[in-house]
């Protein structure tokens, strides 16, 4: 089974509650909210009707590039048995694989929240 890793925050020291993993098999849909915003659900981790979210900052109108380097993202295999989409290194900036997959989406944030 393929995860997706995202992590959030201030730095790698403040990532309380900032971090999701989930089961890529898991997304229900992927969503343009806005021009610089892209929506992923999940089905939520406790079993109940609610939803997991990852929101997605990017550059303007670029939701279905967005997409298309998400579902690129939810179809990889790693050897390590996940998929880092956002995160840190110890003390550093928040880094963005998913801008390697296209360099036009220009993802500056993501945000996993849990229900």
């Known amino acids: 089974m393929n995860y997706i890793y995202t992590c959030n925050g201030a730095s790698a020291t403040n990532a309380a509650n900032d971090a999701l993993m989930f089961p890529a098999n898991r997304v229900s849909r992927i969503d343009g909210v806005s021009a610089t915003t892209t929506q992923i659900y999940i089905e939520a981790h406790d079993g109940t009707a609610d939803c997991d979210e990852i929101t997605i900052t990017h550059a303007s109108l670029k939701n279905k ?12 295999q790693n050897k390590d048995g996940f998929v880092v989409m956002s995160g840190f290194d110890t003390l550093t900036d928040e ?21």
């Open 65 to 76: 590039e967005v997409t298309a380097a998400v579902v690129k993202m939810l179809q990889m």
């Open 95 to 115: 880094f963005f694989p998913i801008n390697n997959l296209d360099t036009t989406i220009a993802v500056t944030d993501i945000v996993g929240t849990q229900s």
